[in-house]
C-alpha cells in the first residue's frame, strides 16, 4: 500500500511539475511578445529590428551604468581624500596642543 502512495505522489509530483513549466514557457512567451512588439512601436529607430533596437538600448544602458559607476567612484576619491585632509589636520591640531602645553610646562 505504501508503494502505491509513493508511485501516485509521484505522477502527481510530475504533472504538478510538468503544468508549471507549461505556465511558465506561456507566460515568459507572451511576456516577450509583449515587449518586442513594444520596442518595435516605440523604441526602433528607422531601418532598425527589434533585435537591433534592443542591443542598442542594452548597450546604452550599459554606458550609463559605467558612466554613473565612474562618477560614484570619483567621488568616493574625493571624499576619501577630504577625510584624510581632515585627519591630517586633526592630528597637527593635537600634537600642537600637546607641544603648547609642554612650553607651558616649561615656562
Given at each position: 500500500?505504501t ?14 511539475v ?5 505556465i511558465e ?16 512601436k516605440v ?16 548597450a ?11 562618477i ?20 597637527a591640531?593635537?600634537e ?12
Amino acid at each position: 500500500m505504501t508503494k502505491k502512495i509513493a508511485e501516485v505522489n509521484e505522477k502527481i509530483a510530475e504533472g504538478v511539475v510538468t503544468g508549471y513549466k507549461k505556465i511558465e514557457e506561456g507566460v515568459v512567451e507572451g511576456f516577450n511578445k509583449v515587449t518586442d512588439a513594444i520596442v518595435e512601436k516605440v523604441f526602433t529607430k528607422e531601418g532598425e529590428t527589434v533585435e537591433e533596437a534592443k542591443a542598442r538600448m542594452n548597450a546604452d544602458a550599459a554606458a550609463r551604468t559605467a558612466s554613473s559607476n565612474a562618477i560614484v567612484e570619483k567621488h568616493k576619491a574625493e571624499q576619501k581624500a577630504r577625510m584624510e585632509k581632515q585627519q591630517e589636520m586633526i592630528n597637527a591640531s593635537i600634537e600642537a596642543s600637546k607641544n603648547a602645553g609642554k612650553i607651558n610646562q616649561n615656562t
